[in-house]
């Protein structure tokens, strides 16, 4: 089964080579990507979202035009490994998520999913294949509609000057700027 462009094998190497290495939940996420993109009308331009940081970024950004950067691709930290496609104009599209019942018949995802096994005990090899072998078979799409406040594409409006840090930032985040409202990840910030 093809990968956008790539067969199994192929998109195999692209990941390992964009992702670092050859994360299941990158692979799994191609096949995620391909169902619903097959979904969508061709020609039509679209959008993307994924419920997770992890993983499925790097799937659609792999696969599809849709990137952070661009800001076709949405990312939410919800920790849920489900994607969706929609065309950009009227919100019309689909999600794919794993099917946790069909995992029966899939042990070894079905291990890594639920992280039964520390990582030392699983069989990397033997959960590619099952990948493989599986395709789209451990997946499941829903037809999805975007809200339309999410299709309003809306620019930063006015930059001020952060009275604590001097740093620049779009005024509607606040009186100072993000990271003085002690959002950063920063030990120290401007003191
Ligand atoms: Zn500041």
């Known amino acids: 089964m093809r990968i956008g462009e790539w067969d199994h094998d192929a ?6 080579n964009f992702h670092g290495h050859v994360a299941p939940g990158v692979i799994i996420g191609g096949y995620m990507v391909e169902m619903a993109r097959r979904t969508l009308p061709e020609g039509i331009l679209y959008d993307a979202i994924s419920e997770t940081v992890q993983c499925l ?27 969706t496609l929609y065309n950009k104009q009227t919100g019309e599209g689909t999600r794919v998520r794993l099917n946790v019942d069909a ?3 899939y042990p070894h995802v079905r291990a890594w999913f639920f992280k039964e096994k520390p990582k030392r005990e699983q069989e990397p090899e033997l959960l590619q294949a099952e990948i493989k072998a599986a395709g789209m078979q451990l997946l ?12 309003v594409r809306r620019g930063k409006g006015a930059v001020c000057r952060c009275p604590k840090c001097g740093e620049w930032y779009p005024a509607v985040l606040g009186e100072v700027c993000r990271i003085c409202q002690g959002d950063g990840p920063y030990e120290r910030h401007a003191d």
Not at 59 to 82: D, K, M
Not at 140 to 151: C, E, S, Y
């Open 57 to 83: 970024p790097d799937a659609i950004q792999l696969l599809t035009p849709c990137t952070v950067g661009n800001g076709w691709l949405r990312v939410y930290h919800f920790g849920i490994y489900a994607l």
């Open 103 to 105: 995992l029966q018949e």
């Open 140 to 151: 499941q799409a829903i037809p999805a509609r975007i809200h339309p406040d999410f299709l």
């Open 11 to 16: 998109f195999v190497a692209q990941v390992k």
